[in-house]
């Protein structure tokens, strides 16, 4: 078991950037985990976002976010960054990270440890 927690959210305007960080700890080593982001809007289901694999850092993005959104994770410090530029409204949610062991998969079941979530808000 890991423990994840997510800071970084806030509100923004339309065409901002943000960045997201998920600080993972439990673990010396992390390189048989990937580390997931979704996120979940008032009234719908949670969703995934992305996702980075610790080894190699191979990544995989949503289609609604792949060319905005880029994932990268700094090994020193045990942390995974989702950088957002070019948000939209449609971006508001609140941003959860995941962390399963192996490889990258898109359902929310697939992951096994969780962060409380930041929000963020963006503007028209």
């Known amino acids: 078991q890991v423990h994840l927690a997510e800071s970084g959210g806030g509100l923004v305007q339309a065409g901002d950037s943000l960045r997201l960080s998920c600080k993972v700890s439990?673990?010396?080593?992390?390189?048989?985990?990937?580390v997931g982001w979704f996120r979940q809007a008032p009234g719908k289901e949670r969703e995934f976002v992305g996702a980075?694999?610790?080894?190699?850092?191979?990544?995989r993005y949503a289609e609604s976010v792949k060319d905005r959104f880029t994932l990268s994770r700094d090994n020193a410090q045990n942390t995974v960054y989702l950088q957002m530029i070019s948000l939209k409204p449609e971006d508001t949610a609140v941003y959860y990270c995941?962390?399963?062991?192996?490889?990258?998969?898109?359902?929310?079941?697939?992951?096994?440890?969780w962060g409380q979530g930041t929000q963020v808000t963006v503007s028209s």
């Open positions: 995941a962390a399963r062991k192996s490889v990258i998969l898109s359902s929310n079941n697939a992951y096994d440890d």
């Open positions: 980075i694999r610790w080894v190699d850092t191979t990544t």
């Open positions: 439990g673990r010396t080593f992390l390189s048989g985990y990937t």
